[in-house]
């Protein structure tokens, strides 16, 4: 099992179809692979850092709401699910898959709020690194695990630090410990569900679990036309355009090399909280980002599955 999107038939919070990548398969063609990942990377980064800088007007619950509602909107309106046949249990599957989703964002963003993007997303990669050692079980995991756990004792604010804070840093492991969950209820709904019907499913079932706390943090700020606006190129960002570009790299290239360049997401996003938000990291705040990235990188390397 790779450290990755590799291992789930639905990305981290980023929803969209197929038949949305043909839109951009002409221009995808002239591409290389790894180039269409780190596209889908900046991506999904560069949605990230536009939902942040909305954080000191609307409440992060508030975008997420925005973002997964636009998501559900837009499988909707591209796809009619198919639901005939389902169990009960393919019921069950799907609704935890969905609420699983919604608390995954949810605990993110309010870890973004807290933390620079860069720590915030390496921290949140301990959930797909976790399911990566668990699945593999071998010594060599050891020392992903050190390197991973030396990253996250360097993001601790032990001293007088004003980048991170211990509430950030729980929300961060919140969020990996339900991205983790994220990845093994996926595999079961891609097994349980047809086609796109599984992400649908979830998608509606996420807006409504985090609507009540959306609409009630965002009030009437959310009915600003240029908070829709800004909450629809989020939800473009960081789910429909990368889910397309990484589809098509994905019919390109091995998969352990898609896991390997996806590991060196904390790294894009640590660049763009610099480029986009300002957000300066030290050394020390660097160094805990690049153990973490290592982590991924080697677990991913290593993997057998």
Known sequence: MTVNALDRPFDRGRSGLPRVGALLKTAADAVPPSGLVLLGILSVQLG???AKQL?????????????????ALILLALARPRMRG????????????????????LTFYEALARLPMGIAVAIEFLGPLGVAVAASRRRLDLLWVTLAGLGVALTAPWGESALVSWAGIGFALAAGACWATYILLSAAAGSRFPGTTGLTFAMVIAAVFIAPVGLTTGGAELLRPEVLLIGLGVALLSS??????ELHALRRMPKHVFGVLMSLEPAVAALIGLVVLGEMLGVQQWVAVLCIVGASLGATRTSRG
């Open 48 to 50: 990230a850092g536009f």
């Open 86 to 105: 389902l169990t009960w249990r393919d019921w069950a599957v799907g609704a935890g898959f969905g609420v699983t989703l919604a608390v995954m964002n």
């Open 240 to 245: 429909v355009i990368p889910y397309s570009l």
């Open 55 to 71: 954080f000191a007007a609307v409440s992060p619950s508030a975008i997420v709401f925005l973002r997964i509602a636009a998501g």
